[in-house]
Nanobody
Framework: QVQLVESGGGLVQAGGSLRLSCVASGRGFRSYFMGWFRQAPGKEREFVAAVTWSTGSSLRASSVKDRFTISRDNARNTVYLEMRSLKPEDTAVYYC?????????????????WGQGTQVTVSS
């Protein structure tokens, strides 16, 4: 129903920046809450940030609040994750996701649709 396509990942040196993009489409996608998660090998999928289309109200994990910013551009149907001061510990596959409700935005189980993921690798 909702399709999500991430892009913008790549290889970056520690201290550098990347901007990830998630283009949303499909029936009713503007009714969903949007989130970013990341998953490193052998680790659980971890909440990063979430945003609403309607107001741009955002939520960020405390671990990234000082370095990452989530935003949306409604005209482009796109959600962004701006990542600054990147650390090797940020290395992971980053996923865009869409949730029907706001009840569990900090948990992967709270989301209904997922993108394919984009790899972010931070070298030391």
């Amino acid at each position: 129903q909702v399709q999500l396509v991430e892009s913008g990942g790549g290889l970056v040196q520690a201290g550098g920046s990347l901007r990830l993009s998630c283009v949303a489409s499909g029936r009713g996608f503007r009714s969903y809450f949007m989130g970013w998660f990341r998953q490193a090998p052998g680790k659980e999928r971890e909440f990063v940030a979430a945003v609403t289309w309607s107001t741009g109200s955002s939520l960020r994990a405390s671990s990234v609040k000082d370095r990452f910013t989530i935003s949306r551009d409604n005209a482009r149907n796109t959600v962004y994750l701006e990542m600054r001061s990147l650390k090797p510990e940020d290395t992971a596959v980053y996923y865009c996701a869409a949730a029907r409700t706001e009840y569990a935005l900090e948990y992967a189980s709270g989301y209904d649709y997922w993108g394919q993921g984009t790899q972010v690798t931070v070298s030391s």
